[in-house]
């Protein structure tokens, strides 16, 4: 009698310990999604204060990208070897000094070396986050639920990013940096109440990410500045050559290397490739869409910020309000499904704006972004189940890590491969449209594989 009503508020007392390790999770995974998305729609304020061409508005977007696909497998070796709190409090200083650091930029290249370190603190706190959840709940279900708090997160940021970024651009655009200081400060305090993690034996594939950042950072630099210099300089034809040699360094580290980031033996069934090319190609699409639209409503059609935030959000807010629906109809229907449903939506949208003229009414491009948002956000979780359910339960974590990447990879060159285009096209119009019909071509091809593997 006496021991059941001591052990009675045992569970109560292990949620109040449990919400200080969700709040960091949740804040961290917050102020990561935002300033993947906020920068957008300052990019034209940004340019009329320091000038330069579209190559230097796409290194602001790209950097921050770059850096955080390209070292997001390190960042999961990281927080298992010195602890999930330890690295993700690292992270966060960083994010935050960087987040000063480009509020305070006096020019565009200390604003992209900013960026930079911000895309690096990104990478450190989003794996720790997630590693946070797992260490504090035990019971699947609550740990369940958890995760989804923490996707819903960052899923709030995604919907509330472009409308943010463009009240304050309104005012300053320095300001959209200076909000993620009392947001990550909020998250360093509530990460003095988590307990210790534990640190593990998890050895660095050293050669593998040095060779995988040479590799994204030469390609994504022969994408942008081949615009600017041509294809054919010297300086370009260097970056292809490094990045082609980087590449060969790379696979032979996965291939022989005693602790590969991605194990060969991952990538040799047919579904983890499936799922790994949709995840590239949506995020390439996504994120090029909100590069482009965001310079052809200020650039283009002369809204300001702040409508141009307002114009996103039928498209962005869908995707956080869809989330939940999107896993209910998985299960009802199965995973492909959604996912070929997802990526053919996405391509009606991409035709859809490349169709308007110029001077279409503000509202109606906006209403043609909405299957853009909706098809992506279709793709997402039966992707990432579907990628689960084909690797051993002890593999997981590295198959996240690596669908992950490949999604953030897919929005970098997304946003390089967009902003290339318009740089070369006759006119902005043109560009704008060779972009969305060549990935609704992709997109397209990519449904069409998901099917024939799936018929297979």
Not at 36 to 46: E, G, K, R, W
Not at 112 to 121: F, S
Not at 179 to 185: F, I, R
Request: proline share 6%; net charge positive; charged share 10%.
């Amino acid at each position: 009698m006496t021991q059941s009503v001591i052990s009675a508020p045992a569970p109560a007392a292990d949620r109040r310990r449990a919400l200080p390790a969700l709040g960091v999770a949740m804040l961290g995974f917050f102020v990561v999604a935002l300033d993947a998305q906020v920068v957008n729609v300052a990019l034209p304020d940004i340019r009329g204060d320091f000038g330069g061409g579209l190559s230097g508005l796409q290194w602001v977007v790209t950097i921050y990208t770059l850096m955080f696909s390209a070292l997001l497998m390190f960042a999961g070796t990281l927080a298992d070897r010195v602890g999930a709190s330890r690295a993700y409090g690292a992270g966060m200083t960083l994010f935050l000094l960087a987040s000063a650091a480009c509020g305070l930029a006096p020019t565009l290249p200390v604003l992209i070396g900013a960026r930079l370190l911000q895309g690096i603190g990104a990478a450190l706190i989003t794996p720790p986050s997630l590693a946070l959840i797992r260490e504090t709940y035990d019971d699947p279900i609550r740990r369940a639920r958890a995760i989804a708090l923490w996707a819903m997160g960052g899923s709030v940021a995604a919907a509330a990013g472009p409308v943010v970024g463009g009240a304050l651009a309104e005012f300053d655009w320095r300001l959209i940096f200076f909000l993620n200081l009392p947001v990550g400060a909020a998250a360093l305090l509530l990460l003095t109440k988590v307990a210790r993690s534990p640190r593990r034996s998890s050895p660095f594939d050293w050669v593998g990410q040095i060779a995988a950042v040479f590799a994204l950072g030469a390609v994504t630099f022969a994408v942008i500045e081949g615009a600017r210099f041509g294809y054919g300089n010297p300086l370009i034809l260097g970056a292809v050559t490094v990045a082609l040699a980087a590449g060969v360094v790379f696979v032979r580290a996965q291939r022989r290397g005693a602790h590969p980031m991605v194990p060969p033996s991952m990538l040799r069934a047919p579904v983890v490739r499936v799922t790994l090319m949709v995840a590239f190609m949506s995020m390439a699409a996504f994120y090029g869409v909100v590069f482009v639209q965001s310079l052809y409503f200020q650039q283009e059609r002369a809204a300001s910020p702040l409508t141009t935030g307002l114009l996103f959000l039928p498209m962005t807010a869908l995707v956080a309000v869809l989330n939940p629906v999107v896993v209910r109809v998985a299960e009802r229907f199965g995973r492909i499904l959604p996912i070929i449903a997802g990526q053919l939506t996405m391509v009606v949208g991409l035709v859809l704006l490349a169709a308007m003229h110029l001077d279409a009414p503000l509202w109606l491009v906006s209403v043609a972004m909405v299957p853009v948002g909706v098809g992506g956000s279709f793709t997402v979780p039966p992707v990432t189940a579907l990628l689960l359910d084909a690797v051993p339960s002890e593999a997981a974590g590295t198959a996240s890590g690596v669908l992950n990447t490949a999604r953030q990879m897919g929005g970098s060159l997304g946003v390089a491969v967009f902003g290339a285009v318009l740089a070369t096209a006759p006119s902005f119009q043109q560009g704008l449209s060779i972009d969305l019909l060549v990935a609704a071509g992709l997109l397209a091809a990519t449904a069409a594989a998901t099917l024939r593997w799936h018929r297979r």
